[in-house]
């Protein structure tokens, strides 16, 4: 079956610009994460969802990144005012439910913040 | 906290030389512990993983026992390809709390020389 998808691979932004990033999880799952994988921070959890709950925003670094879930399947996560430290590559994951630990990955979207 | 620690790179090794990859943990409970592997240019893929003490993960001729009495998930495999040749990463799943994040490693970058 399909996996979880991003959108798009990669994206370069100019300093101020706002950017969204897309992702759609394995069908069925209700878990969602992003991370961020940057060289000089390895990989970092930003936000957690799970069904129809409050997210989880404890790992966002500022107030310019949110995301959102429609419908409990899409998210995005949108970075306003974008600063050359966001350039990253920007991973989501899903997993069934809270309980199922196992996390599958996309391929990510790899940012560039000039 | 939760953390991971991982054996710093690169490791360079010939093909069909021994692995090993050490990775410790720090966490309270019983997390459930991941290897990841990130081949060039590709996101990340589960590898394997263990979810109690003194259970063994294996997948494509690589194995790793979560050993409770050392914090410990070192990965091994006996005798190394080329194709494997990527980053691999360890990680960890706390056993209680809302979100399932998962904790990571800094990462391991193996090659393999022919």
């Known amino acids: 079956g399909a996996g979880v998808s991003q959108s798009p691979s990669n994206k370069v932004t100019e300093k101020g610009k706002d950017v969204e990033l897309r992702c759609d999880p394995i069908?069925?799952?209700?878990?969602l994460y992003w991370y961020r994988q940057s060289l000089g921070q390895g990989l970092e959890f930003l936000i957690y969802?799970?069904?129809?709950?409050?997210?989880?925003k404890s790992g966002l670094p500022s107030d310019r990144f949110s995301a959102e879930r429609t419908g409990g399947s899409v998210s995005t996560l949108t970075i306003q005012r974008t600063q050359q430290e966001d350039s990253a590559v920007y991973l989501c994951?899903?997993?069934?439910?809270?309980?199922?630990?196992?996390?599958?990955f996309g391929p990510g979207t790899r940012l560039l913040v000039l | 906290g939760n953390s991971v620690t991982q054996m710093e790179g690169p490791v360079t090794l010939s093909e069909e030389a021994f692995l090993t990859i050490n990775c410790t943990y720090t966490?309270?409970?019983?997390?459930?512990l991941f290897w990841y592997v990130q081949y060039p240019g590709e996101g990340l893929q589960l590898l394997l993983k263990?979810?109690?003490?003194?259970d063994k993960g294996s997948n494509k001729g690589f194995e790793a026992t979560y050993r409770k009495e050392t914090t410990s998930f070192h990965l091994e495999k006996g005798s190394v390809q080329v194709s494997d040749s990527a980053v691999y990463f360890c990680?960890?799943?706390?056993?209680?709390?809302?979100?399932?994040?998962?904790?990571f490693g800094s990462g391991t970058q193996l090659t393999v020389l022919p």
């Open positions: 069908s069925g799952h209700t878990a």
């Open positions: 994951a899903s997993s069934l439910n809270p309980a199922e630990k196992t996390q599958y």
């Open positions: 966490a309270t409970g019983y997390p459930s």
């Open positions: 263990a979810t109690k003490a003194d």
């Open positions: 969802f799970q069904g129809n709950s409050a997210p989880d």
């Open positions: 990680a960890l799943s706390p056993s209680s709390g809302s979100a399932r994040q998962l904790t």
